[in-house]
Nanobody
Framework: QVQLVESGGGLVQAGGSLRLSCAASGRTFSRYAMAWFRQAPGKEREFVASISTTGGNTYYSDSVKGRFTISRDNAKNTVYLQMNSLKPEDTAIYYC??????????????????WGQGTQVTVSS
């Protein structure tokens, strides 16, 4: 069982930056691939970025590639999402999720077993 708690969301102007954190409970965090998803009002949940168990491999959606960076610290049981050059279309609730070791980094939301409660990110124009 893994419990995930996101933090770091807020209101920022276009062009600004935010850093999201996701703290995980349990001693098996390093066995899980981690990802960030987001859901904007009236839209389906979409993939943002994922990272392998060791942090050695990452994968991004085209919409955030070059602007967002996912990372993890297994000693702190935490995964991060650094978001730069934010745009109004990045406004959404951001969720972190955990998937068992071996899950493909490009896997969809259905492959992730554990989810946080989400943190709101609002980018004003």
């Amino acid at each position: 069982q893994v419990q995930l708690v996101e933090s770091g969301g807020g209101l920022v102007q276009a062009g600004g930056s935010l850093r999201l954190s996701c703290a995980a409970s349990g001693r098996t965090f390093s066995r899980y691939a981690m990802a960030w998803f987001r859901q904007a009002p009236g839209k389906e949940r979409e993939f943002v970025a994922s990272i392998s168990t060791t942090g050695g491999n990452t994968y991004y959606s085209d919409s955030v590639k070059g602007r967002f960076t996912i990372s993890r610290d297994n000693a702190k049981n935490t995964v991060y999402l650094q978001m730069n050059s934010l745009k109004p279309e990045d406004t959404a609730i951001y969720y972190c999720a955990a998937a068992p070791w071996g899950t493909a980094l490009a896997a969809g939301a259905e492959s992730y077993d554990y989810w946080g409660q989400g943190t709101q990110v609002t980018v004003s124009s």
